[in-house]
Every structure is written in structure tokens, then in C-alpha cells.
């Protein structure tokens, strides 16, 4: 890769360059009076950039020095390129680089700007897309080496509106195979780890876009939702994110033999992961754009109407059968305090059915997998996804055709029991995992063992997919060094009410990134 001159900045940080001051000539005319020229010391106003490493900056500080002037481009990217060489070796988040790209579409930036070209939201700003959906010109392997063939002819429509906005890819992020389990590894590219920890998972299947995410690779990374896949890793990650309503952000893999069955497609949501709640509004805001590829995209309003206050919000009662950890608890005790502190009024109460509903959703997904695609994946992947598939599947019952339609039939009944719960309760509070993160590997432990994670551990995180309902993840604290985070689910196409509460209790809590950081210096 070519060597591009820039100029030197210590530790990663920004510094304006600075600029003359200019004296303005004012002028008076009076009755017979002569104009006279009076001299002012007002300087020109000076760009500033934001305090610390340029990796560190969110992507709303970062497109705003971009456009002000106190940085350019290519000085961004070249600082989170510097990052991924520094920390990815031994995270395994980043899988593809595109850094060589990067740079230019950097220079293609700075040289937008210098024209004044209107720019996108953002402009310059370094970001990450997750290995599984189409890159123009670049396989979609899913994570499976037996795809590597497999090339997007065009950009999918995540993608493609990112790129509207002046973003720039600076990488693919890792995921499982067929991104189907809850944990990043796959024989193609390997294990990603948790940066926090490398003992406990970094989540999956968008386990790489969280783990980058956090480490301070790009500012914003995409990632994609069937059963928990934006909010597990957001959790165990310690970072943010929102899985949107389905048909919120379009989708579409021109590279696909064919297309999904409808339920995967209704259960499925694209979306974005950051370090804060304004990064993903911005993101989630330039992503959701219309793509007429996708016949189930919506052009809802990202913004409704503001419920009567004071706000009521359902702290989720938690089922007798589940196990839950005290740390659990304690963390969605403390979100609900900063809540109530907020002016929220809290309100510990059942939600509707949580164990029928999630099982709908593993009897949807399983059912819908087994027919259409089991027999192809079992060929090609390996002993851990085996595993893994084989535990989700214990939990599943077996449909027939009529057994089939009771269970689309269901889960309109339970979508319409959480629409009216949500008329009084406009946003429920609910765990992620009831239990400590596990290790990195733990899916493939046994049978047994994937079925306890997903039924009793990540039972409040899968159950929403299959409703098509929003729900924010937001980091609440660190417990024995893990981030906890907690969920906050809203009405369909309400994500603002639920990044609301995600911003009130990150307002309180803080960000967690920034004890990451200190720990990987």
C-alpha cells in the first residue's frame, strides 16, 4: 500500500492548525462628517477538534471536525487504520481489509470538501460492515469457506445508503457460520475475541461489528438481528445498539440463490452498533433510507408522537423457571433507578407470555431451517456448528403443515397482545442474559448446554424477533470486569422511544468504553 504524507500528530490526538488574525474595517457616515476606518482585534474563528485519540472521537464528533475543518479525512482514517493494526491481531474482529480503499475514498472526501460539495452525515467518518451481507465486488462468504465464490454483484442496501452518507468502509467484520450461532468463530477466518476479556464470548453472530466497535475500530459498525444478534454482542461488548423494526432499514443480497422464507425475513432486522445512543440514532437514521429492492421497507417516521408523561415503563418480571444471576438483577434494578430519576415512572410487572412467544420464534426459525436449508449447512460447516444447531433444535418442536400455520397463526395473536400492552407501557425493561457472559466457545459445549443459553439465558433477547418489535441495548455497569447492559423495547417503528431510555440511563451510567480503553493500553 502506498505511503500517503500527512501530518504528524502526537499520540493520535487532533490539533487545528492555526489561522491569522484579520482586522474588518468599519465605516460611519454622519451629517457632513467624514467615514472614519476604526481597526478591530476580533480573530477568525478557529475549527477545534475533539479532546483525545481521533479513534476514540464518536462519528458524530468525527463528522463534525471533518466538516469544520479541524481535521480532514484521510488524517481519520489513517488513525483508525493504525488502530486496527495495533489491536485487531489479537482480536480477529476485522476479517477483510479495506484499508487501500479506505484511503482513497479518504482523498475523494478531503477533495469534496475543499469544493464545498454538499456533504452526507457521515462524511468522512470511518465505520465496519459485518461479513455477511453484499460488498460490491467482494465475497459473501457468511463465514463459510465453501461460499468464498460467492460475489455481491452490487452493494446491499445497508451498505449502499451508508456509502450515501460519506461513510467509509474501513473493513468486514467477522461472523459465524451462516451467522447462526451466538458466538463469533468459524473455520474461515477463526475466533473473535472479547476485547474486554478474551475468556468470554464477544457474542454472535455480529460478535465481530461489537468487539471492533468497542476496541475503537471505526465508529459505527453494522450489523444484522434473527435471534439476538445485535444485542447480545452490544452486550458483551459493552457498546450500544438498536435492532430495528423489521422493515425499518432495507435489506437485500443481490449475491443469494434465492430468497429467504418470509417469517426469517419478517424476524430479521439490519442495524447499527456504537459506542454511544447519538451515534446509532444518526446511524440507524442514515441506514433505514429507501431501497426499492426490498418490497417489506417501510416509510414510517423515525420520530412519533411523545406519550403523556410521565413516560410508564414495564421493568420485565422475570419468570420463576429462569436462573437468573444476582448481578442481573442489580443491574436492571440500577437502569430503572436511572430511569426514575429521569422522570420515567417504573412499574415491575409481568409482560405478555415471554415464554410462549420465544417459543414461537424457535419453533418459526428452527422449522423454516430444517426444511429449506439444514441439509446444505450440515455439508459444509463444522463439528462446533453441529453442535450448536443440534441444541437450538432440541428446544424446537417439530411442525407439520397444519402444525405449521397454528405458529404464524400464534404469533399474531402475540404480536397483537404486546401492541395493546405497549399502549399502556410504552416501554418495557428487560435483561439481555439473565446470566453472567459465557466463555467464547460455549455453544459447542454440548447439546444441552446451547439449549440452557438460549432458553434460559437469552430468552428475553430471541422472543423479540419473532414480534418484529425494536429493542435497544444500552451499558449499564461492569460486573468482576464484564458489561452488563439491559433492553429497552418499544411499539413497532417507535425506536425513539427506546433509544429515549437507552440516552437517560446512558446520561447517568456513562459509557463503558473508555475503562476498556485504559485496560488495552
Given at each position: 500500500?502506498?505511503?500517503?504524507?500527512?501530518?504528524?500528530?502526537?499520540?493520535?490526538?487532533?490539533?487545528?492548525?492555526?489561522?491569522?488574525?484579520?482586522?474588518?474595517?468599519?465605516?460611519?457616515?454622519?451629517?457632513?462628517?467624514?467615514?472614519?476606518?476604526?481597526?478591530?482585534?476580533?480573530?477568525?474563528?478557529?475549527?477545534?477538534?475533539?479532546?483525545?485519540?481521533?479513534?476514540?472521537?464518536?462519528?458524530?464528533?468525527?463528522?463534525?471536525?471533518?466538516?469544520?475543518?479541524?481535521?480532514?479525512?484521510?488524517?481519520?482514517?489513517?488513525?483508525?487504520?493504525?488502530?486496527?493494526?495495533?489491536?485487531?491481531?489479537?482480536?480477529?474482529?476485522?476479517?477483510?481489509?479495506?484499508?487501500?480503499?479506505?484511503?482513497?475514498?479518504?482523498?475523494?472526501?478531503?477533495?469534496?470538501?475543499?469544493?464545498?460539495?454538499?456533504?452526507?452525515?457521515?462524511?468522512?467518518?470511518?465505520?465496519?460492515?459485518?461479513?455477511?451481507?453484499?460488498?460490491?465486488?467482494?465475497?459473501?462468504?457468511?463465514?463459510?469457506?465453501?461460499?468464498?465464490?460467492?460475489?455481491?454483484?452490487?452493494?446491499?442496501?445497508?451498505?449502499?445508503?451508508?456509502?450515501?452518507?460519506?461513510?467509509?468502509?474501513?473493513?468486514?467484520?467477522?461472523?459465524?457460520?451462516?451467522?447462526?450461532?451466538?458466538?463469533?468463530?468459524?473455520?474461515?477466518?477463526?475466533?473473535?475475541?472479547?476485547?474486554?476479556?478474551?475468556?468470554?464470548?464477544?457474542?454472535?453472530?455480529?460478535?465481530?461489528?461489537?468487539?471492533?466497535?468497542?476496541?475503537?475500530?471505526?465508529?459505527?459498525?453494522?450489523?444484522?438481528?434473527?435471534?439476538?444478534?445485535?444485542?447480545?454482542?452490544?452486550?458483551?461488548?459493552?457498546?450500544?445498539?438498536?435492532?430495528?423494526?423489521?422493515?425499518?432499514?432495507?435489506?437485500?443480497?443481490?449475491?443469494?440463490?434465492?430468497?429467504?422464507?418470509?417469517?426469517?425475513?419478517?424476524?430479521?432486522a439490519q442495524g447499527p452498533l456504537a459506542r454511544s445512543v447519538d451515534d446509532v440514532r444518526t446511524a440507524l437514521e442514515v441506514m433505514s433510507r429507501r431501497d426499492p429492492r426490498d418490497p417489506w421497507w417501510v416509510a414510517a417516521p423515525l420520530v412519533g408522537p411523545k406519550p403523556k408523561g410521565p413516560i410508564k415503563v414495564a421493568l420485565a418480571k422475570l419468570p420463576d423457571d429462569m436462573?437468573?444471576?444476582?448481578?442481573?438483577?442489580?443491574?436492571?434494578?440500577?437502569?430503572?433507578?436511572?430511569?426514575?430519576?429521569?422522570?420515567?415512572?417504573?412499574?415491575?410487572?409481568?409482560?405478555?407470555?415471554?415464554?410462549?412467544?420465544?417459543?414461537?420464534?424457535?419453533?418459526?426459525?428452527?422449522?423454516?431451517?430444517?426444511?429449506?436449508?439444514?441439509?446444505?449447512?450440515?455439508?459444509?460447516?463444522?463439528?462446533?456448528?453441529?453442535?450448536?444447531?443440534?441444541?437450538?433444535?432440541?428446544?424446537?418442536?417439530?411442525?407439520?403443515?397444519?402444525?405449521?400455520?397454528?405458529?404464524?397463526?400464534?404469533?399474531?395473536?402475540?404480536?397483537?397482545?404486546?401492541?395493546?400492552?405497549?399502549?399502556?407501557?410504552?416501554?418495557?425493561?428487560?435483561?439481555?442474559?439473565?446470566?453472567?457472559?459465557?466463555?467464547?466457545?460455549?455453544?459447542?459445549?454440548?447439546?444441552?448446554?446451547?439449549?440452557?443459553?438460549?432458553?434460559?439465558?437469552?430468552?428475553?433477547?430471541?422472543?423479540?424477533?419473532?414480534?418484529?418489535?425494536?429493542?435497544?441495548?444500552?451499558?449499564?455497569?461492569?460486573?468482576?470486569?464484564?458489561?452488563?447492559?439491559?433492553?429497552?423495547?418499544?411499539?413497532?417503528?417507535?425506536?425513539?422511544?427506546?433509544?429515549?431510555?437507552?440516552?437517560?440511563?446512558?446520561?447517568?451510567?456513562?459509557?463503558?468504553?473508555?475503562?476498556?480503553?485504559?485496560?488495552?493500553?
Open positions: 500500500m502506498a505511503k500517503k504524507t500527512v501530518t504528524k500528530r502526537k499520540s493520535g490526538s487532533a490539533k487545528a492548525a492555526p489561522k491569522k488574525s484579520t482586522k474588518k474595517s468599519a465605516s460611519r457616515a454622519g451629517a457632513g462628517a467624514k467615514a472614519q476606518k476604526k481597526p478591530t482585534s476580533r480573530k477568525s474563528a478557529k475549527a477545534r477538534p475533539p479532546k483525545g485519540p481521533v479513534w476514540q472521537w464518536s462519528a458524530l464528533q468525527t463528522a463534525a471536525a471533518i466538516r469544520s475543518g479541524a481535521i480532514s479525512s484521510m488524517e481519520v482514517v489513517e488513525a483508525h487504520i493504525a488502530r486496527v493494526r495495533d489491536v485487531n491481531p489479537k482480536l480477529n474482529a476485522v476479517v477483510v481489509d479495506l484499508s487501500e480503499q479506505a484511503l482513497k475514498a479518504a482523498k475523494a472526501a478531503d477533495n469534496a470538501r475543499t469544493r464545498r460539495a454538499e456533504l452526507g452525515a457521515l462524511h468522512g467518518v470511518p465505520i465496519t460492515i459485518k461479513e455477511n451481507v453484499d460488498y460490491e465486488g467482494r465475497p459473501n462468504p457468511n463465514g463459510v469457506a465453501a461460499q468464498m465464490n460467492i460475489i455481491a454483484p452490487s452493494d446491499a442496501p445497508v451498505v449502499r445508503n451508508l456509502k450515501k452518507a460519506d461513510a467509509i468502509v474501513i473493513g468486514l467484520t467477522n461472523t459465524p457460520e451462516f451467522s447462526f450461532r451466538g458466538f463469533t468463530d468459524n473455520p474461515l477466518h477463526g475466533l473473535t475475541l472479547n476485547p474486554w476479556n478474551p475468556d468470554i464470548t464477544c457474542g454472535g453472530s455480529s460478535g465481530g461489528a461489537g468487539a471492533a466497535v468497542a476496541a475503537g475500530i471505526g465508529t459505527i459498525a453494522h450489523g444484522n438481528d434473527i435471534g439476538g444478534s445485535l444485542r447480545w454482542p452490544a452486550h458483551c461488548n459493552g457498546v450500544v445498539t438498536i435492532k430495528p423494526t423489521q422493515g425499518r432499514i432495507p435489506a437485500y443480497n443481490e449475491s443469494a440463490a434465492t430468497e429467504r422464507p418470509m417469517l426469517a425475513h419478517l424476524m430479521s436462573d437468573v444471576a444476582p448481578s442481573v438483577r442489580a443491574a436492571l434494578r440500577q437502569a430503572a433507578d436511572h430511569l426514575e430519576r429521569s422522570g420515567y415512572r417504573v412499574s415491575e410487572i409481568e409482560v405478555p407470555d415471554i415464554n410462549g412467544v420465544w417459543q414461537t420464534w424457535c419453533d418459526i426459525i428452527t422449522n423454516e431451517t430444517a426444511m429449506l436449508q439444514e441439509a446444505g449447512m450440515l455439508k459444509v460447516t463444522s463439528p462446533d456448528f453441529h453442535a450448536a444447531w443440534s441444541g437450538i433444535k432440541s428446544k424446537a418442536n417439530t411442525l407439520d403443515l397444519l402444525g405449521w400455520m397454528r405458529a404464524t397463526a400464534a404469533r399474531n395473536t402475540h404480536i397483537r397482545a404486546w401492541q395493546l400492552f405497549l399502549e399502556d407501557f410504552p416501554v418495557v425493561l428487560a435483561p439481555t442474559t439473565v446470566k453472567p457472559t459465557p466463555g467464547p466457545r460455549e455453544d459447542a459445549i454440548s447439546t444441552e448446554r446451547t439449549g440452557e443459553l438460549f432458553w434460559n439465558d437469552l430468552r428475553f433477547i430471541s422472543a423479540i424477533n419473532v414480534l418484529g418489535l425494536p429493542g435497544a441495548v444500552v451499558p449499564v455497569t461492569l460486573h468482576e470486569g464484564q458489561p452488563i447492559g439491559v433492553q429497552l423495547i418499544a411499539g413497532r417503528y417507535r425506536e425513539d422511544l427506546a433509544l429515549d431510555a437507552a440516552a437517560a440511563i446512558e446520561k447517568r451510567a456513562g459509557t463503558l468504553v473508555p475503562r476498556l480503553w485504559e485496560k488495552m493500553a
